[in-house]
């Protein structure tokens, strides 16, 4: 693979990257329109905020801690379709998303 | 490698979320019915008891049935979809099991592990590395048991000569005789004090 075609990979995977960032961002719309706790929409208001801005990268390490941030975001939306009014599981599975995003960055 | 992805490599996890959220809401949604219907008929039984009138009476009894037929139906579907929910949740962890398994095996160090040659020749290098270290401590201490083995006790400076010999037997000699006289002092004594009790 020469250099042009490396180049052309990166900036791919750069892109799919930011596609999932924004596309978990966009999910925590549906996790606050799925809860009824006020505290819980305020704490996934600012969880939104720090997905969107987090760095794109071309590593394949900081793009599997992106799906397993989007897996999670999955599971936790799955759980609000069953129980709406568990305020301490929700805040247990806000505080894991924290986490995934900190050992996310910690690969760039 | 087979460049067309079967429909399983093509399914995505968000999708099979999607669909079991979507099996959970209609599930919830007829559970939800179920209880209406159910307080309903309690409704019904409770006026049908107090009421005379037989045509009312009767009115009231096919309401209950009709409810009571399509709460049955109700169950048999959240059944259904209980079912399909619990399919989809292990295809959902398959799913994961595959992602799992993929990440881990890319791990630089498990990628060494797949290298069983190399992994072989470093193990026997290691082996051979502590026999060879093994060895030395055993020849070390068997090259001490032979020297100390092949010195020969100096008689001259540690045994007996025949002057030493003829003192050791004159001091057993005297320690018999002292030996013999504290236990005649004894008898004696005691002797003593047996008469002077009669």
């Known amino acids: ?108 | 490698m087979w460049p067309f992805k079967s429909k399983y490599q093509k399914l995505t996890r968000e999708e099979v979320v999607d669909a079991i959220c979507q099996l959970d809401k209609q599930s919830q949604e007829l559970e939800d019915g179920l209880l209406e219907k159910q307080n309903k008929v309690n409704e019904l039984m409770e006026k049908g008891r107090k009421e005379t009138d037989k045509a009312i009476k009767l009115l009231y009894a096919k309401k209950i049935n009709v409810l009571k037929k399509e709460r049955e139906q109700d169950v048999q579907r959240i059944l259904y979809l209980l079912y399909n929910s619990q399919l989809l949740n292990r295809l959902k962890n398959a799913i994961d099991d595959n992602q799992f398994f993929k990440n881990n095996t890319k791990m630089p160090l498990n990628k060494l592990l797949s290298d069983q040659k190399g992994l072989a020749k470093f193990l026997n290098q290691a082996l051979n590395i502590r026999i060879a270290a093994e060895d030395i401590l055993t020849d070390s201490d068997e090259l001490f048991n032979a020297i100390e083995e092949s010195y020969e006790k100096n008689e001259t400076i540690y045994g007996m000569n025949e002057q030493d010999n003829a003192l050791l037997a004159m001091l057993e000699q005297e320690d018999q005789v002292a030996s013999e006289q504290e236990l005649y002092e004894v008898n004696e004594k005691q002797k003593n004090v047996e008469t002077k009790k009669e």
């Open chain 1, 1 to 108: 693979m020469n250099y042009f075609q490396k180049k052309q990979l990166k900036s791919t995977q750069r892109s799919e990257d930011q596609q999932l960032i924004s596309k978990n961002a966009v999910m925590i719309d549906v996790l606050i329109s799925l809860t009824s706790n006020a505290t819980c929409k305020e704490e996934l208001k600012k969880l939104q905020e720090k997905l969107q801005y987090l760095t794109a990268s071309d590593l394949s390490k900081v793009y599997d801690g992106d799906k397993k941030i989007a897996n999670a975001i999955d599971d936790f939306k799955q759980w609000l379709y069953k129980e709406k009014d568990d305020a301490e599981k929700t805040a247990k599975m806000i505080k894991e998303l924290y986490v995934l995003i900190a050992e996310r960055n910690s690969k760039l």
